[in-house]
């Protein structure tokens, strides 16, 4: 059985192998999954964020925080020049979401930097690598709370009275 899984959309693979539910985050370009013909009989493939009817998933809350952040607008320079795009990232943010926060910064990796956090469905791929690697759990329950307070404040942006306030105002731009 082969599921091929479009561009810039993240999957959530849920399989059952031995009766254990295994679950694993896929977040590619592209993705193949793959499995023997004589595989455990449950596979599903299903987006990240699928919330029972009615509830918030991952869509809502990128529109959120878009909404919150800019206003929507791609182009939006915020911080005094430091954030750019729909979601505001930070060329900081962005070489920790890449793993490249040890890394000299060179001209090279600012202008990647300029072009990719201007691309919605790139910057989105950024913040999903950034919560991968800070808030992984948040990420996989959909909690948005803890999601955006980390974007807003850092790694440890969860744990910080100055984040409260624009958590809650994402959570409200998520109802609209």
């Known amino acids: ?7 810039r959309v993240a999957w959530l693979l849920v399989g059952a192998l031995s009766g254990v539910c295994v679950t694993q985050a896929l977040v590619r370009d592209y993705a193949t999954v793959r499995t023997p013909e004589t ?5 599903t493939l299903a987006p990240v964020g699928v ?5 918030p998933d991952l869509e809502d809350f990128f529109r959120a925080l878009a909404h ?4 929507g607008d791609d182009t939006a320079v915020g911080d005094g ?3 750019r795009g729909w979601y505001q990232i930070g060329l900081d943010y962005w070489r920790d979401a890449w793993g490249m926060d040890r890394e000299p910064i060179t001209d090279a990796m600012r202008a990647r930097y300029r072009r990719e956090v201007v691309d919605p469905a790139t910057a989105r791929r950024t913040m999903l690598a950034y919560w991968r690697r800070y808030c992984p759990a948040a990420l996989d329950a959909g909690d948005w709370e803890t999601l955006a307070r980390v974007h807003n404040g850092g790694p440890r942006g969860a744990e910080k009275q100055a ?6 105002r994402v959570m409200r731009a998520m109802k609209e």
Not at 2 to 7: C, H, P, R, S
Not at 39 to 43: C, K, R, T, V
Not at 51 to 55: D, K, T, V
Request: charged share 5%; proline share 7%.
């Open 39 to 43: 595989a455990a009989p449950l596979i």
């Open 163 to 168: 984040t409260e306030a624009y958590a809650a």
């Open 51 to 55: 919330a029972p009817s009615g509830q």
């Open 81 to 83: 020049g430091a954030s």
């Open 68 to 71: 919150v952040e800019s206003g």
């Open 1 to 7: 059985m082969t599921a091929q899984l479009g561009n």
